[in-house]
């Protein structure tokens, strides 16, 4: 199922209990985050998306936690369950991409062409509901949108739930990202996209090319599947527009800027254009992050507005990040599932992987393989290391295809149980996240990957490996069958 728009989506949730509106006063200053917080860190049947509806200084409702649970990230992205993504792109790679024993990277580049073959690319309407209100010149403020300051100590408020669109200076390429903006005032936000990302290659070569105003725009809003795609870690060349009309079953539509040469959502709620400098940088933050902690300040870009767009009766989205579990471990478990095929692509002996939400996506991820020769979880650990954004991940555990890596409290028991760690560990140097504080380093520190495979005599390991506990299936069968005879309560 698709969304035509935000306000679907809207009903979508409210008509499956998954939404509740708040009539009463609140403040976008702190008091919306602590709401937020403590739904999103409650029992998941009481974990639903919330719709304040009346904020003070705006007459925006201001939408946050709308993807921040499995259902509601699963009906964003058009299925029932998340699992059915990486089912679904499991076929679209086994009937597009080339076969056999052809080159893994010559395969995943033709990732682009295989969603093109569906017939899905983007399309450009004339009208859209999203410039049903056009502010231009002084008139192009930020007025009216109840941003939130979400933590005590952050530099100020944060637009955060964004569809950040740039083109390539050289190439042309699109690419949409999902970056936080600071507001300094009215007129001008920081730009924080970090130095791994795609909208901060644009703004390299813009710089190269000698470009002093970088076109970018940032939508608000719209289908559901769009807005997830920003946060999407697509391989270089690969529109993230694309991606989101394979997921919806139907074209994005675009619309042209009116102040810039850019095109946008036109089922958006709210666009915000202007221009980057690329010579000009301003401190931005402290930040409270999806870490746990205040990311400090640091220079990054400055986005100057240059036109604000927005439909008669628009609708807030944001986001609120902190110590996990979030909204934003739900959009990662997303992109977790929808992308196991393509690791699968280049590293086919992967069954599954799991980033938990106490790892915040960089710095643990479990990973099950079909061990088949000595050295092979090494091969698999330097391999993601690899691997686009993977190279940022500060742990790595490998453990046979017979664990769930799901169920994290197995997958610790078979990692710290399989392990030597004079012998089963790699540490080595490498990228880790801008955000990533532990490093001693910007951007550069140490990085782990353990074996905690079954070892093989090959490996080292001559004493025997021993064979794991399980009762007999007869006997199982016959507790279970004559569990309510023994008076005990119901259990497993």
């Not at 599954?352 to 790892?359: F, L, Q, R, S, T």
């Not at 997958?411 to 490093?439: C, E, K, P």
């Amino acid at each position: 199922m698709s969304y035509k728009n935000l306000h679907e989506f809207v009903k979508r949730l409210e008509a499956g209990r998954e939404l509740y509106r708040i009539s009463a006063p609140v403040d976008p200053y702190l008091e919306i985050t602590e709401i937020t917080d403590r739904i999103s860190k409650g029992p998941l049947a009481q974990n639903k998306a919330l719709l304040f509806e009346d904020v003070k200084g705006s007459d925006m409702p201001v939408l946050i936690n709308a993807l921040g649970g499995p259902r509601r990230m699963a009906w964003a992205l058009g299925v029932e369950e998340l699992d059915e993504l990486n089912q679904n792109l499991a076929k679209l790679v086994d009937l597009k991409l080339p076969q056999g024993l052809g080159s893994a990277v010559g395969r995943a580049t033709d990732l682009a062409g295989a969603l093109r073959s569906v017939g899905l690319k983007p399309k450009v309407v004339k009208k859209a509901p999203v410039q049903e209100v056009v502010k231009t010149g002084e008139e192009a403020t930020l007025a009216g949108i109840p941003i939130l300051t979400c933590w005590p100590e952050d530099g100020g408020p944060y637009i955060t739930m964004t569809t950040v669109i740039s083109r390539d200076a050289v190439s042309g390429g699109r690419n949409v990202g999902m970056y936080r903006l600071q507001v300094y005032d009215e007129r001008t936000v920081g730009m924080h996209w970090q130095l791994h990302k795609g909208g901060a290659e644009h703004e390299r070569a813009a710089r190269e090319q000698g470009q002093d105003k970088m076109p970018v725009a940032i939508s608000l809003g719209g289908d559901p599947a769009v807005m997830w795609s920003g946060s999407a870690p697509l391989p270089p060349g690969i529109d993230e527009f694309l991606l989101a009309g394979w997921l919806r079953g139907k074209p994005v539509e675009l619309i042209p800027c009116v102040s810039q040469p850019l095109e946008v959502p036109a089922q958006a709620e709210i666009v915000i254009e202007g221009y980057v400098d690329p010579g000009e940088s301003r401190l931005e933050g402290p930040f409270g992050d999806h870490t746990g902690f205040y990311t400090p300040p640091d220079h990054y870009p400055v986005l100057h507005i240059t036109a604000v767009t927005q439909r008669k009766q628009p609708i807030y989205p944001t986001t609120v990040v902190g110590i996990p579990p979030m909204e934003d471990y739900w959009m990662g478990k997303a992109t977790e599932r929808l992308f196991l095929p393509l690791m699968k692509i280049f590293q086919g002996e992967i069954v599954d992987v799991n980033m938990p939400a106490e790892g915040v996506f960089h710095n643990l991820i479990f990973v099950s393989i079909k061990k088949r020769y000595p050295g092979h979880a090494r091969k698999v650990i330097n391999g993601l290391w690899g691997l686009g954004l993977m190279m940022l991940t500060k742990c790595i555990v490998i453990v046979d295809e017979g664990v769930d890596v799901q169920n994290t409290a197995e997958t610790y028991f078979h990692m710290f149980g399989n392990v030597d760690w004079s012998r089963d560990v790699i540490i080595q140097d490498g990228a880790v996240d801008a955000l990533d504080h532990g490093s001693h380093n910007f951007a550069f520190g140490g990085r782990m990957g353990i074996d905690a495979t079954r070892k093989l005599p090959e490996e080292g390991y001559t004493r025997g490996w021993p064979t794991p506990l399980k009762m007999s299936e007869s006997i199982r069968e016959r507790v279970t069958r004559r569990w309510s005879a023994y008076g005990l309560p119901n259990g497993p």
